[in-house]
Structures are given as C-alpha cells and as structure tokens.
Nanobody, 121 residues
Framework: VQLQAFGGGLVQAGGFLRLSCAAS????????VGWFRQALDKEREFVAA????????TYADSVKGRFTCSRDNAKNTVYLQMNSLKPEDTAVYYC???????????????WGQGTLVTVSS
C-alpha cells in the first residue's frame, strides 16, 4: 500500500485545514487508515483513525470535537478536517494503513510522507 498525504500549510489559530491521504497499490490489505502527528522534539502521536468498510472513527482526546475523519472509498482517499486549530496542533501529520483500527504507531504497516501543518498564534 502506498499512501500520500497532502493539504498541510500555514493557518492562523482558530482556522481550518483539510488533509487528504490517497491510497494506492494493495489497498485490499488495508482495513483502516490512521492519522498521526509529530511535533518538533516530540514523539509521534495518534490523532484519528477510520475504518474503510464502515466509516467508524476514533479520535485522540486532544482533537475530539475539532477534527473529523472521513473517507471516500471510490477515490481510496481519507480526509482529516481540522477546525478550530490551535498552535499546539502544529506538527508534521502522517497517514498510515493498518488491518484494523489502532492507536499505536507500531500497529500501522504502511506510512505516507508527512505534511506540515503550522498554526500561528
């Protein structure tokens, strides 16, 4: 499975961005896509995940109510709508593929390149 994340950029606090993650290749081996982020000098952390088949989602407490994960099965694309952005949301955001929903980095098999999100105060 190959994943490509894009849509990052610079936004002011309170603003919004939508990230996209396009999947290709052996997509039948992927049952879920997760979003993670890594801020400077910090460990990569879970943000959200979605199951391809049902669209069921799960979120980190820090983004619950502000971020929404969705998918377009026809386009093999997962989206992360990020609203009410805060400076602490600044990080490189990654999407990754797994056989099921999970929260840990090690659960995910395939990773896309990151896309940088910068939220200015």
């Amino acid at each position: 499975v190959q994943l490509q994340a894009f849509g990052g950029g610079l936004v002011q606090a309170g603003g919004f961005l939508r990230l996209s993650c396009a999947a290709s290749g052996r997509t039948f081996s992927s049952n879920a896509v997760g979003w993670f982020r890594q801020a400077l000098d910090k460990e990569r952390e879970f943000v959200a995940a979605i199951r391809w088949s049902t669209g069921s989602t799960t979120y980190a407490d820090s983004v619950k109510g502000r971020f929404t994960c969705s998918r377009d099965n026809a386009k093999n694309t997962v989206y992360l709508q990020m609203n009410s952005l805060k400076p602490e949301d600044t990080a490189v955001y990654y999407c990754a593929s797994a056989r099921g929903l999970g929260f840990s980095v090690s659960w995910y098999d395939y990773w896309g390149q990151g896309t940088l999100v910068t939220v200015s105060s």
